[in-house]
Protein backbone atom coordinates (compact mmCIF):
# COMPACT_ATOMS: atom_id res chain seq x y z
CA UNK A 1 0.00 0.00 0.00
CA UNK A 2 1.08 3.67 -0.84
CA UNK A 3 1.57 5.85 1.80
CA UNK A 4 -0.46 8.48 -0.41
CA UNK A 5 -2.92 7.34 -2.04
CA UNK A 6 -4.97 9.69 -4.69
CA UNK A 7 -7.45 8.41 -7.52
CA UNK A 8 -6.07 8.79 -10.76
CA UNK A 9 -9.03 10.38 -12.91
CA UNK A 10 -9.73 11.92 -15.71
CA UNK A 11 -12.01 13.77 -13.76
CA UNK A 12 -14.07 15.72 -16.43
CA UNK A 13 -16.42 18.85 -15.33
CA UNK A 14 -18.23 21.54 -16.62
CA UNK A 15 -16.79 25.33 -16.78
CA UNK A 16 -17.91 26.68 -13.22
CA UNK A 17 -18.21 23.57 -11.48
CA UNK A 18 -17.11 23.16 -8.09
CA UNK A 19 -14.36 20.53 -8.11
CA UNK A 20 -13.12 18.27 -5.13
CA UNK A 21 -9.79 16.36 -5.49
CA UNK A 22 -8.84 14.17 -2.88
CA UNK A 23 -6.24 12.35 -1.30
CA UNK A 24 -5.67 9.90 1.61
CA UNK A 25 -2.68 9.15 3.54
CA UNK A 26 -1.21 6.41 5.90
CA UNK A 27 1.50 8.14 7.81
CA UNK A 28 0.52 9.93 10.92
CA UNK A 29 3.42 11.76 11.29
CA UNK A 30 2.92 13.93 8.06
CA UNK A 31 2.40 17.47 9.49
CA UNK A 32 2.61 19.74 5.81
CA UNK A 33 0.60 19.70 3.60
CA UNK A 34 1.00 20.48 -0.04
CA UNK A 35 -1.03 20.77 -3.46
CA UNK A 36 0.50 21.40 -6.67
CA UNK A 37 -0.75 21.75 -10.18
CA UNK A 38 1.59 20.84 -13.62
CA UNK A 39 0.61 21.01 -16.47
CA UNK A 40 1.72 19.00 -19.86
CA UNK A 41 5.17 18.98 -20.50
CA UNK A 42 6.00 21.66 -17.44
CA UNK A 43 7.38 21.68 -13.43
CA UNK A 44 4.78 21.16 -10.76
CA UNK A 45 3.49 24.56 -9.53
CA UNK A 46 2.88 24.92 -5.64
CA UNK A 47 -1.08 25.80 -4.91
CA UNK A 48 -1.52 25.36 -1.68
CA UNK A 49 0.48 25.32 1.56
CA UNK A 50 -0.94 23.84 4.66
CA UNK A 51 0.81 23.47 8.17
CA UNK A 52 -1.05 20.41 10.36
CA UNK A 53 -5.00 20.74 10.08
CA UNK A 54 -7.49 23.26 9.10
CA UNK A 55 -8.64 24.89 6.18
CA UNK A 56 -7.00 27.60 4.43
CA UNK A 57 -8.53 29.85 1.33
CA UNK A 58 -6.58 31.47 -1.70
CA UNK A 59 -9.11 32.57 -4.14
CA UNK A 60 -10.90 30.12 -6.01
CA UNK A 61 -8.50 27.77 -4.22
CA UNK A 62 -9.67 25.82 -0.41
CA UNK A 63 -7.28 23.42 0.79
CA UNK A 64 -8.91 21.28 4.07
CA UNK A 65 -6.81 18.84 6.25
CA UNK A 66 -8.25 16.37 8.26
CA UNK A 67 -5.28 14.79 10.63
CA UNK A 68 -7.36 12.35 12.20
CA UNK A 69 -9.30 10.89 8.89
CA UNK A 70 -5.86 11.02 7.34
CA UNK A 71 -7.65 12.84 4.57
CA UNK A 72 -6.63 15.92 2.60
CA UNK A 73 -9.15 17.96 0.23
CA UNK A 74 -8.56 20.71 -2.76
CA UNK A 75 -11.47 22.35 -3.75
CA UNK A 76 -11.80 24.69 -6.65
CA UNK A 77 -14.78 27.46 -6.96
CA UNK A 78 -15.86 28.53 -10.42
CA UNK A 79 -13.58 26.14 -12.52
CA UNK A 80 -12.17 27.54 -15.90
CA UNK A 81 -10.51 25.54 -18.71
CA UNK A 82 -7.50 27.15 -17.67
CA UNK A 83 -7.91 24.82 -14.41
CA UNK A 84 -7.36 21.81 -16.52
CA UNK A 85 -4.19 19.81 -15.34
CA UNK A 86 -3.03 17.36 -13.03
CA UNK A 87 -3.09 17.83 -8.99
CA UNK A 88 -0.79 16.72 -7.63
CA UNK A 89 -0.86 16.02 -3.34
CA UNK A 90 2.47 16.04 -1.35
CA UNK A 91 3.15 15.65 2.28
CA UNK A 92 5.73 15.85 4.58
CA UNK A 93 7.11 15.43 8.14
CA UNK A 94 9.13 18.49 9.23
CA UNK A 95 12.89 18.10 7.58
CA UNK A 96 11.59 15.15 5.57
CA UNK A 97 11.21 14.70 2.12
CA UNK A 98 7.85 15.14 0.19
CA UNK A 99 6.05 11.98 -0.57
CA UNK A 100 3.62 12.70 -3.42
CA UNK A 101 -0.08 11.08 -4.96
CA UNK A 102 -0.26 9.67 -8.45
CA UNK A 103 -1.61 12.45 -9.58
CA UNK A 104 -5.50 13.44 -10.43
CA UNK A 105 -6.21 14.63 -14.54
CA UNK A 106 -8.56 16.96 -14.33
CA UNK A 107 -10.66 18.56 -17.34
CA UNK A 108 -12.66 21.60 -17.60
CA UNK A 109 -14.72 21.86 -20.52
CA UNK A 110 -16.25 25.13 -21.59
CA UNK B 1 12.65 36.32 -7.65
CA UNK B 2 13.86 33.77 -9.83
CA UNK B 3 12.74 30.40 -9.38
CA UNK B 4 14.58 27.24 -9.63
CA UNK B 5 16.22 26.57 -13.29
CA UNK B 6 17.36 23.35 -14.46
CA UNK B 7 18.84 22.64 -17.68
CA UNK B 8 18.80 21.08 -20.19
CA UNK B 9 15.27 21.38 -20.53
CA UNK B 10 15.32 17.75 -23.24
CA UNK B 11 17.62 15.14 -23.48
CA UNK B 12 17.98 12.58 -26.06
CA UNK B 13 21.00 10.27 -25.50
CA UNK B 14 21.83 6.18 -26.88
CA UNK B 15 21.80 3.94 -24.32
CA UNK B 16 24.77 3.32 -22.10
CA UNK B 17 26.18 6.69 -22.93
CA UNK B 18 26.35 9.14 -19.86
CA UNK B 19 23.98 12.35 -18.97
CA UNK B 20 24.19 15.15 -16.62
CA UNK B 21 21.32 17.52 -15.50
CA UNK B 22 22.08 20.79 -13.60
CA UNK B 23 20.21 22.27 -11.13
CA UNK B 24 20.10 26.39 -9.48
CA UNK B 25 17.57 26.19 -6.51
CA UNK B 26 15.91 30.06 -5.57
CA UNK B 27 18.81 31.80 -3.45
CA UNK B 28 18.78 31.13 -0.01
CA UNK B 29 17.13 27.85 0.20
CA UNK B 30 19.34 25.13 1.90
CA UNK B 31 17.52 21.97 0.92
CA UNK B 32 17.98 20.55 -2.74
CA UNK B 33 15.98 17.48 -4.00
CA UNK B 34 16.04 15.41 -7.24
CA UNK B 35 13.30 14.19 -8.40
CA UNK B 36 12.20 11.39 -10.64
CA UNK B 37 8.99 11.88 -12.44
CA UNK B 38 7.00 9.21 -14.75
CA UNK B 39 4.69 9.32 -17.21
CA UNK B 40 1.34 9.08 -15.34
CA UNK B 41 3.02 8.82 -11.49
CA UNK B 42 3.34 11.42 -8.82
CA UNK B 43 7.23 12.36 -8.39
CA UNK B 44 9.67 9.78 -6.67
CA UNK B 45 12.72 11.39 -4.34
CA UNK B 46 15.93 10.73 -5.70
CA UNK B 47 17.85 12.63 -3.18
CA UNK B 48 17.85 15.18 -0.49
CA UNK B 49 20.45 17.65 0.25
CA UNK B 50 20.78 19.78 3.06
CA UNK B 51 23.44 22.26 2.23
CA UNK B 52 26.03 20.41 0.58
CA UNK B 53 25.34 17.30 2.63
CA UNK B 54 23.31 14.74 0.91
CA UNK B 55 20.85 13.65 3.93
CA UNK B 56 18.63 11.11 2.00
CA UNK B 57 20.16 8.97 -0.92
CA UNK B 58 18.23 5.96 -0.01
CA UNK B 59 16.13 5.76 -3.68
CA UNK B 60 19.06 6.92 -5.64
CA UNK B 61 20.87 3.77 -7.92
CA UNK B 62 24.20 4.61 -6.91
CA UNK B 63 25.69 1.70 -9.45
CA UNK B 64 24.56 4.26 -12.12
CA UNK B 65 23.87 7.38 -10.68
CA UNK B 66 25.47 10.15 -8.44
CA UNK B 67 25.10 13.59 -7.13
CA UNK B 68 26.76 16.49 -6.28
CA UNK B 69 26.03 19.96 -4.56
CA UNK B 70 29.50 21.93 -4.29
CA UNK B 71 29.14 24.81 -1.98
CA UNK B 72 25.78 24.15 -1.51
CA UNK B 73 24.45 25.60 -4.33
CA UNK B 74 24.12 24.30 -7.47
CA UNK B 75 23.91 20.74 -8.06
CA UNK B 76 24.65 17.91 -10.59
CA UNK B 77 23.06 14.86 -11.18
CA UNK B 78 24.77 12.63 -13.51
CA UNK B 79 23.65 8.97 -14.90
CA UNK B 80 26.36 6.31 -15.99
CA UNK B 81 25.38 4.56 -18.14
CA UNK B 82 22.62 5.62 -19.14
CA UNK B 83 19.56 2.27 -19.80
CA UNK B 84 16.15 2.75 -21.37
CA UNK B 85 14.46 2.53 -18.08
CA UNK B 86 15.88 5.83 -17.05
CA UNK B 87 13.71 7.46 -19.69
CA UNK B 88 12.05 10.16 -17.06
CA UNK B 89 11.72 14.14 -16.91
CA UNK B 90 14.00 14.52 -13.69
CA UNK B 91 13.15 17.22 -11.33
CA UNK B 92 14.44 19.56 -8.79
CA UNK B 93 13.25 21.46 -6.21
CA UNK B 94 14.60 23.56 -3.68
CA UNK B 95 12.99 25.02 -0.01
CA UNK B 96 14.05 26.55 3.41
CA UNK B 97 15.15 23.94 5.52
CA UNK B 98 12.79 21.33 7.55
CA UNK B 99 9.65 23.19 5.74
CA UNK B 100 7.92 21.17 3.26
CA UNK B 101 7.18 24.18 1.16
CA UNK B 102 8.91 22.98 -2.13
CA UNK B 103 9.39 24.81 -5.69
CA UNK B 104 10.18 22.71 -8.49
CA UNK B 105 11.75 23.61 -11.69
CA UNK B 106 10.50 22.92 -15.26
CA UNK B 107 12.69 19.44 -15.04
CA UNK B 108 14.70 17.55 -17.42
CA UNK B 109 13.13 15.33 -19.90
CA UNK B 110 15.42 12.60 -20.63
CA UNK B 111 15.04 10.25 -23.82
CA UNK B 112 17.28 7.35 -23.85
CA UNK B 113 17.02 5.55 -26.95
Known amino acids: QKEVEQDPGPLSVPEGAIVSLNCTYS??????FMWYRQYSRKGPELLMY????GNKEDGRFTAQVDKSSKYISLFIRDSQPSDSATYLC??????????FGAGTILRVKS | EAGVVQSPRYKIIEKKQPVAFWCNPI?????LYWYLQNLGQGPELLIR????????DSQLPKDRFSAERLKGVDSTLKIQPAELGDSAVYLC???????????FGQGTRLTVV
Open chain 2, 49 to 56: YENEEAVD
Open chain 2, 27 to 31: SGHNT
Open chain 1, 50 to 53: TYSS
Open chain 1, 27 to 32: NSAFQY
Open chain 2, 93 to 103: ASSLSGQGEAF
Open chain 1, 90 to 99: AMSKYGNKLV
